[in-house]
Each structure stands twice: as C-alpha cells, then as structure tokens.
C-alpha cells in the first residue's frame, strides 16, 4: 500500500506485533499500542524490488514513514523495531524509512536496553 494513515488506534495484547507497515509515504500517529507479545510497532522493507513490485501501483521500497505522537508500552522484544527482511541491496534500510519520528513515549519494563 501507498499513503496510508493509522491513527487514534488503542491496540493491546496481540500475539506478535501491535502494528507493522512496510509502506510508503505512511503516517503512523496518535496511537497507543500496549502490551503487545513480542513488539508493538514494526516498520519494515520487504523483498518488493522495482522488478517484483506485486502491482504496478505499489512502490517497492519503505521510505517517507511518519511516526508521531504515540505512546509504546510492553513488548517481550521490544517496542519499536524497524528492519530489513531482504538482504537485496536495491530494497531500503532502518536508517532511510523515517521522514519523522517525533514525540513518541516508550516504556519497556524488563529486558535489555
């Protein structure tokens, strides 16, 4: 998908991830996410490359991500994961995804920092 909004969203007690996007252009805001099982948001790039697009509409890459104003509680693994599935050079990385990533609030009680 392209230019989607998740917002304003109470989400708790999934068995793996509260959200998880792999899009472009996707503005995550305002949501409270608790106690999901393993994380609560995951942003990621998945093997979409500009030869395997699965839509001519769809772009490849996770990139433009705005994540605001939410409030990360919980999660087994962590609260906020963002990640490369695919190993493929073409395909983007962690440290391109995110146009913004402002004003969240994150609390994790046990594990490691």
């Not at 890459?61 to 490369?84: E, F, P």
Request: contains cysteine; negative net charge.
């Amino acid at each position: 998908s392209d230019t989607g909004i998740i917002a304003s969203n109470l989400i708790y007690d999934n068995t793996y991830a509260g959200i998880q996007s792999c899009s472009s252009n996707t503005k995550i805001y305002n949501n409270t996410l608790v106690d999901n099982a393993a994380i609560d948001l995951w942003v990621y790039d998945d093997a979409r490359n500009e030869s395997d697009k699965r839509g001519s509409d769809i772009g490849p890459d996770t990139a433009n991500v705005d994540v605001a104003n939410n409030i990360l509680s919980g999660g087994n693994i962590t609260t906020l994961k963002a990640s490369r599935s695919d190993s493929n050079s073409t395909n983007t990385g962690p440290n391109t995804f995110f146009s913004g990533l402002d004003y969240n609030s994150y609390y994790r009680s046990g594990g490691s920092g």
